[in-house]
């Protein structure tokens, strides 16, 4: 793939660290992405994973795990991430990039929710510039991935009515002056997905460094399918009826919302629309599907065959309660399938109603009953999902987000030779 640049940039040397690799979690795959992009462009990329789930790719390292210090500070932190305090100690530092910076012009951490401390990013921006892409809201609250209708972090968190989530005893208040101490390093930069995520993050956190709005890119060539009755030929499903896609790696995560998918389809079953559930199924979710069509496509990973799935559905029923710049509906726009989701986060600024998709109030079963119904008696798809496949050309393609990396580093690289050598 070629990546197109604007103008001649100086070669980096970049490191990225996160979670894991693959298309497990959303963070994680997009720092995949965006290492495979930058490398394609020119510049040398190392990712360092916590714990790969897939095989790992060239640029990719696993962190060390050998030696009695590192397997007890890695177990510490997971003790004390069961009582509610966001891994204190910086196991990744010590045993993993303390004596790798010299090898890099700066440092880009991506996910580092139960996995990555805060910490380390503290102790590499005192020798490289850090960058952090915030993909969660964890980076500036107590601990909490998503604090839907809790405001506490805009002052000082305490009583957490996600307590049970987090840990055993409410550490939410430490956790985020660890995060606000973060923030205020000159050293350390932010990158916010969306500009929803941007904007609560700053009723949060007080900038050092700086804090930048960088959409995730998407690399469409596996949704650029055309013909959706083609599609569900080579699927071998019915092209008389309207197909709905309910998509999520982990669709018994109650954020998701698919239970409430699941109970609008059901409302709507005199409709007889066709469901096309993608990800692991239990039993309880194969019983709320009793009495309707559908097909069980489990997990897919092969990029092809989902944007395939994507193709033949005449829409995206994503009911999520909580999320940032979602994946799935980057990949239901690149593939023309108009979306139906709830008005939360930054998905308004993928579903744009009347343009993209349709939007109802978060959590309002009855409204998304009602608009399913709607958009199922409707003909709107194919008009939707045409314009949700430009807006993802024009607005977040992989060469604006590569570039957009490439002019952050630039700036932050620039500014820092200038100020070391005023010194």
Excluded at 31 to 57: D, K
Excluded at 80 to 88: A, D, F, K, S, Y
Excluded at 399 to 416: M, S
């Amino acid at each position: 793939m070629g990546i197109r640049i604007r103008r001649r940039l100086f070669w980096m040397k970049i490191a990225f660290v996160s979670k894991t690799n693959g298309c497990v979690g959303g963070a994680s795959f997009f720092a995949e992405n965006l290492g495979g992009w930058l490398l394609a462009a020119g510049h040398g990329v190392t990712q360092f994973c916590v714990a790969p789930r897939e095989q790992l790719q060239p640029y990719q390292r696993q962190f060390t795990v050998a030696g009695l210090a590192n397997r007890v500070v890695r177990h510490a932190n997971w003790r004390l991430r069961q009582w509610g305090m966001v891994e204190p100690f910086p196991w990744e530092y010590w045993f993993g990039l303390h004596d790798q910076l010299d090898q890099f012009d700066l440092i880009h951490f991506h996910d580092l929710y139960m996995a990555i401390s805060p910490r380390t990013l503290e102790r590499v921006a005192r020798k490289k510039p850090v960058f952090f892409t915030a993909h969660d809201c964890s980076a500036f609250t107590g601990g909490c991935l998503y604090p839907m209708d809790c405001r506490r972090y805009r002052e000082k968190c305490g009583a957490c009515p996600q307590r049970a989530e987090i840990g055993a005893f409410d550490c939410t208040r430490s956790n985020l002056k660890r995060n606000r101490r973060l923030a205020r390093s000159s050293a350390v930069h932010y990158v916010f997905p969306s500009k929803w995520i941007r904007d609560e993050a700053a009723h949060s956190l007080s900038y050092g460094g700086t804090a930048t709005h960088i959409p995730n890119g998407f690399d469409n060539r596996a949704y650029a399918f055309q013909e959706r009755g083609q599609a569900r030929t080579i699927l071998g499903l019915a092209c008389d009826r309207k197909i709905v896609v309910v998509c999520s790696a982990a669709l018994e995560d109650q954020r998701k919302g698919v239970a409430l998918a699941l109970k609008a389809l059901a409302v709507n079953r005199d409709l007889k629309p066709f469901i096309l559930v993608v990800g692991k199924a239990t039993q309880a979710l194969e019983q709320k599907l009793s009495g309707m069509d559908y097909l069980l496509a489990g997990f897919v990973t092969d990029r092809a065959k989902l944007g395939l799935f994507y193709a033949a559905a005449d829409l995206l029923l994503f009911p999520s309660l909580g999320d940032n710049l979602p994946i799935t509906i980057q990949e239901s726009l690149a593939a023309a399938t108009p979306v139906l989701a709830f008005a939360v986060g930054g998905v308004p600024e993928l579903v744009r109603p009347g343009q993209t998709g349709w939007l109802v109030p978060v959590g309002n079963q009855d409204a998304l009953n009602q608009k399913l119904r709607e958009v199922l008696l409707s003909d709107d798809s194919a008009a939707f999902g045409e314009r949700g496949r430009t807006l993802m050309h024009a607005e977040f393609s992989v060469d604006q987000c590569v570039n957009r990396h490439l002019d952050l580093y630039r700036t932050v690289l620039e500014t820092a030779a200038s100020s070391q050598g005023k010194a």
